[in-house]
């Protein structure tokens, strides 16, 4: 039997139309943050296909991230940090 309270929990969570209509304000930041991870997660594929990953705290991995979605650090600062951080997998295997 399919629970009952199923259907009234999924209505509880807004759509990203509801959120745009409801908060058209908050629009290009929810934009920039998905653009953002999106980002992130492309930039950790790139690096595991050619055999690298990034070397560092998550704290700072995410503090990073964080500076850079915020306009606080600029994307010349962001290349450099990110230049340094690369080390070979420890499998040694590309992809």
């Known amino acids: 039997m399919a629970n009952p309270h199923a259907r009234e929990r999924h209505r509880r969570v807004p759509s990203r139309e509801h959120l745009d209509r409801e908060y058209p304000e908050h ?9 953002d991870d999106g980002a992130f997660v492309t930039m ?6 050619n ?10 991995v995410v503090t990073v991230m ?4 915020a306009d606080e650090l ?14 070979p997998r420890p ?4 992809g």
């Open 91 to 94: 499998d040694g295997d590309a």
């Open 44 to 49: 950790g594929v790139f690096l595991g296909l």
């Open 66 to 69: 964080l500076a850079l979605a």
């Open 27 to 35: 629009r290009d930041a929810r934009a920039k943050h998905e653009r």
């Open 51 to 60: 055999g690298y990953e990034i070397e560092a705290p998550e704290t700072e």
């Open 74 to 87: 600029g994307g010349e600062e962001f290349a450099s940090w990110l230049r340094s951080r690369p080390v």
